[in-house]
Nanobody, 120 residues
Framework: HLVESGGGSVKSGGSLTLSCTTSGYSLDRSDIGWSRQAPGKDREHVAC?????????LYADSVEGRFTITRDGTTNTVFLQMTDLRPEDTGIYYCSAPRYRRCGYHYESWGQGTQVTVSA
């Protein structure tokens, strides 16, 4: 069970941090990611955090250097820190579990999503 929060509306160049609380999904044993869906577009990968290699993450080229995915193992929470936001980052952001619980595979389950809107 994945529950996202922290979305909102910001101006271009602004920052937001999204949170995802997990239950029944151990972040100690499973990779976890974020995906997003812009209006009229397919859902796309944003970032995925590996647990097997501490701190190692996979980012989409479009967010590399601007977004950071982290986790708090004590609270089973995943964060997505987003900086230098751009209008093209607008969309619904989903905390997402990859197939086999390993980054690199497509996402097969996600939460209800949280809206991020970036205005010019």
């Amino acid at each position: 069970h994945l529950v996202e929060s922290g979305g909102g509306s910001v101006k271009s160049g602004g920052s937001l941090t999204l949170s995802c609380t997990t239950s029944g999904y151990s972040l100690d044993r499973s990779d976890i990611g974020w995906s997003r869906q812009a209006p009229g577009k397919d859902r796309e990968h944003v970032a995925c955090l590996r647990t097997s290699i501490s701190g190692n993450a996979l980012y989409a080229d479009s967010v590399e250097g601007r977004f950071t995915i982290t986790r708090d193992g004590t609270t089973n929470t995943v964060f997505l820190q987003m900086t230098d936001l751009r209008p093209e980052d607008t969309g619904i952001y989903y905390c997402s579990a990859p197939r086999y619980r390993r980054c690199g595979y497509h996402y097969e389950s996600w939460g209800q999503g949280t809206q991020v809107t970036v205005s010019a």
